[in-house]
């Protein structure tokens, strides 16, 4: 079995991404870590080349400035990379997320034990978005609690956006999510962690993708009620990274919900109520 895992990178250090500690949190379980690496106003190429592991795979590309549609750009660069790894598996990071070395063997049996079940084309996490400092956590149907990160390196996929696949049946060319299975490991998400200035950098330079214009991102700006204390612990890789805040981050009190924080705090409520999970899946649940 070959594992291979792979990412897309640009102006890394610029905009504040974890992305040397997301490379190496992986490097120990896969085969090669295929990395593509956009024309860059910082030294991010350096950086990468700067771990001298052979296991890595640098691709050098020019992003498409002109695709200002859905996101589709970064669905590009995930497949540029995507389309170059070799293995069994495909296993995506974004460059703000994390595996927790305690996890490690279980993402691997996951990938052996259905290596053979082609029914399984894919493998979920689940997810800690940390928000604000790294002892808070959000927990609402508005943000993915679980998501698949690799995928059947041997199916036809693509990805619309940076997030999620979509896959073509040998049968039809209708797009479907993946047959998915869980690995029982989770992904540490630590862009929300990241400073304001670089989190509204990242936001200044990105929106375009999605034909959209920056708004100003006030951390402080987000319903309390969705924030949890972490009571975990962080992948040692990343922890001399974090912020040093103690304590549960702390909102502002005078926020007024969004029509959209409104529907996922109802959303919420009826989860408590009817033990149910209602946030956006980009997977289909099997049995395998």
């Given at each position: ?12 250090a ?5 992305y ?11 085969d ?18 700067e ?8 691709i ?6 002109k695709m ?7 669905g ?26 305690n ?14 079940n ?64 869980h ?23 990105v ?6 214009n920056h ?14 204390q ?11 990274w ?31 109520w ?15």
């Amino acid at each position: 079995m070959k594992i291979s895992a792979f990412t897309f990178i640009k102006n890394g250090a610029i905009f504040g991404f974890p992305y040397i500690e997301s490379i190496c949190s992986v490097l120990p379980i896969v085969d090669e870590f295929v990395v593509n690496v956009g024309e860059s106003d910082d030294d991010t190429l350096g950086k990468i080349k700067e771990l001298n592991d052979p296991k890595i795979r640098i691709i050098q590309s020019c992003w498409n400035d002109k695709m200002k549609v859905g996101g589709y750009v970064y669905g590009q660069q995930k497949m540029i990379a995507q389309f170059n790894c070799t293995g069994d598996w495909a296993f995506y990071l974004e460059g703000d997320e994390i595996v927790h070395e305690n996890d490690l063997k279980k993402i691997v049996d996951a990938c052996r034990n259905h290596l053979d079940n082609e029914r399984v084309e894919a493998l979920t996490f689940d997810y800690y978005h940390f928000y604000g400092n790294a002892n808070s956590y959000l927990d609402s149907p508005g943000w993915y609690r679980r998501e698949a990160r690799i995928i059947r390196n041997s199916i036809r996929s693509y990805a619309p956006d940076g997030l999620y696949w979509h896959v073509l049946t040998s049968k039809s060319k209708i797009a479907r999510y993946p047959n998915a299975v869980h690995t029982g490991a989770s992904i540490y998400h630590y862009g929300w962690v990241r400073s304001q200035e670089e989190m509204n950098r990242k936001s200044e330079h990105v929106q375009k993708y999605w034909n959209k214009n920056h708004r100003r991102i006030d951390y402080g700006e987000i319903d309390q009620k969705i924030i949890c204390q972490f009571a975990g612990s962080h992948p040692a890789i990343i922890r001399e990274w974090l912020p040093k805040e103690e304590g549960l981050f702390r909102a502002n009190p005078g926020h007024l919900l969004t029509p959209r924080e409104k529907k996922h705090r109802f959303m919420l409520r009826f989860e408590r109520w009817f033990g149910l999970e209602l946030s956006k899946k980009h997977f289909i649940i099997i049995k395998p």
